[in-house]
């Protein structure tokens, strides 16, 4: 495929695969997808696009995935959901890894945090996050649960009865890891999650 165009400089380019063998062939409805654009919807507030994939849990599929999402259609970020806990069946997290650059551990060590809040089950969860790097581009994957709840509780983190942040959410640590390999800049809604820089990379509120 063809890189995608964006309508603005600091438009981010996102790609959201679903991995699922059942929902690839249709035989129930695919919640993924859905769930994490209704998510971006209300967090960014900088312009933003996505491009979808739904997919078998098959590691050469996910893996091919991901290249073409990062080296063809040119994306700053790629968000997968499915495919990461211990069942033969569960292979996203090792097709992730098989394509990164680098290993970003803290993603996956967050998310397992968080979902350790709810349920003794999540130390099974194997989400992973990677830098994939090419000649002038570089991307964000990272694995996300695949219950829309999860990828919620996951990217947006935990609040208080006063709505006061409890745990943060890994999305908080995404814009500025988008800066560090040369993407877009992102800016979000700080009622949804508050993106963290550090003050001299902070730029003035967008005016368009």
């Known amino acids: 495929m063809t890189k995608i165009a964006r ?18 062939t249709g035989v129930y409805e695919d919640k993924g997808i859905p769930a994490l654009q209704d998510w971006l919807g209300a967090a960014l507030a900088s312009p933003w696009q996505a491009t979808t994939r739904l997919i078998q849990d098959d590691a050469p599929t996910i893996s091919a995935t991901l290249i073409e999402l990062v080296d063809e259609a040119g994306c700053d970020l790629v968000l997968t959901t499915g495919g990461t806990g211990p069942s033969r069946r569960d292979v996203t997290p090792e097709a992730t890894l098989a394509v990164g650059s680098k290993e970003m551990p803290g993603f996956g060590e967050q998310m397992r945090q968080i979902s350790l809040n709810f349920v003794p089950t999540a130390i099974l969860s194997r989400q992973v996050a990677v830098i994939r790097e090419t000649p002038g581009h570089a991307a964000l994957i990272v694995n996300l649960p695949g219950q829309p709840k999860s990828i919620r509780e996951t990217l947006e983190g935990l609040r208080d009865d006063a709505g ?20 877009p800049y992102m800016e979000t809604n700080d009622a949804v999650v508050k993106a963290f820089r550090p003050k001299n990379a902070v730029r003035a509120p967008r005016q368009d």
């Open 164 to 183: 006061a942040v409890k745990v943060p959410g890994i999305f908080a640590a995404v814009p500025y890891c988008i800066d560090l390999i040369g993407g």
């Open 7 to 24: 309508s603005h400089p600091d438009e981010l380019v996102v790609g959201l695969v679903s991995i699922s063998d059942r929902a690839s």
